[in-house]
Nanobody, 121 residues
Framework: QVQLVESGGGLVHAGGSLRLSCAAS????????MGWYRQAPGKERELVAV???????NYIDSVKGRFTISRDNAKNTVFLQMNSLKPEDTAVYYC???????????????WGKGTLVTVSS
């Protein structure tokens, strides 16, 4: 199996910055795309940013120019640099990786347990 562990969440004032990290570990055969999702109270989980194994990135419109996703393939780690944070960015942020462990026949989606980001106004 593949385990994902997020870190870096916390409380920050509007306009501040945070850097989230997510490290994959376990019996990893391959990791493909990695991404960050978030879920605010009372709302559906939404994709924030995704990065392919080759480095291609995509973002939702509301974070373009403020958030940057990156990855370290050697360490199976993905990062989310969040600048100019707004109260509406408050949510639990989840890491997702499409990958395969040595016991998986097919690529599957693995999720972390989430890290809370709170932006005060």
């Amino acid at each position: 199996q593949v385990q994902l562990v997020e870190s870096g969440g916390g409380l920050v004032h509007a306009g501040g910055s945070l850097r989230l990290s997510c490290a994959a570990s376990g019996s990893i055969a391959s990791i493909n795309a990695m991404g960050w999702y978030r879920q605010a109270p009372g709302k559906e989980r939404e994709l924030v940013a995704v990065i392919a194994s080759g480095g291609t990135t995509n973002y939702i419109d509301s974070v373009k120019g403020r958030f940057t996703i990156s990855r370290d393939n050697a360490k199976n780690t993905v990062f989310l640099q969040m600048n100019s944070l707004k109260p509406e960015d408050t949510a639990v942020y989840y890491c997702k990786a499409n990958g395969r462990s040595y016991s998986d026949v097919y690529v599957k989606a693995y999720w972390g347990k989430g890290t809370l980001v709170t932006v005060s106004s």
